[in-house]
Nanobody, 117 residues
Framework: QVQLVESGGGLVQPGGSLRLSCAAS????????MGWYRQVPGSQRELVAE???????NYADSATGRFTISRDNAKNTVYLQMNSLKPEDTAVYYC???????????WGQGTQVTVSS
């Protein structure tokens, strides 16, 4: 069984920064993609950024230039550094693990990010 544990959300003022972390445990294959999605009430969950086990990263247009995704394969942990935060970044952020070899996807419990003055 795979478990994803997220941390790092909270309240921040516009222009501020936050760093999200997500640690995966259990049967985590070495070949996988980890990423961050976000969701606001009434809207679909959307991709923020994702990174492969080889280090290739992909960003949503809204995240490009402000957010940086990284990972530590030895710790099965993915990070999302968010800078220059805007009120429209307010959402619940979910960690995602895509186990490519077996075609399974797992989600974290979500962490709230609120950008407000």
């Amino acid at each position: 069984q795979v478990q994803l544990v997220e941390s790092g959300g909270g309240l921040v003022q516009p222009g501020g920064s936050l760093r999200l972390s997500c640690a995966a445990s259990g049967s985590v294959f070495s070949v996988n993609t980890m990423g961050w999605y976000r969701q606001v009430p009434g809207s679909q969950r959307e991709l923020v950024a994702e990174i492969t086990s080889g280090g290739a990263a992909n960003y949503a247009d809204s995240a490009t230039g402000r957010f940086t995704i990284s990972r530590d394969n030895a710790k099965n942990t993915v990070y999302l550094q968010m800078n220059s935060l805007k009120p429209e970044d307010t959402a619940v952020y979910y960690c995602n693990l895509d186990l490519i070899p077996i075609g399974k996807v797992y989600w974290g419990q979500g962490t709230q990010v609120t950008v407000s003055s």
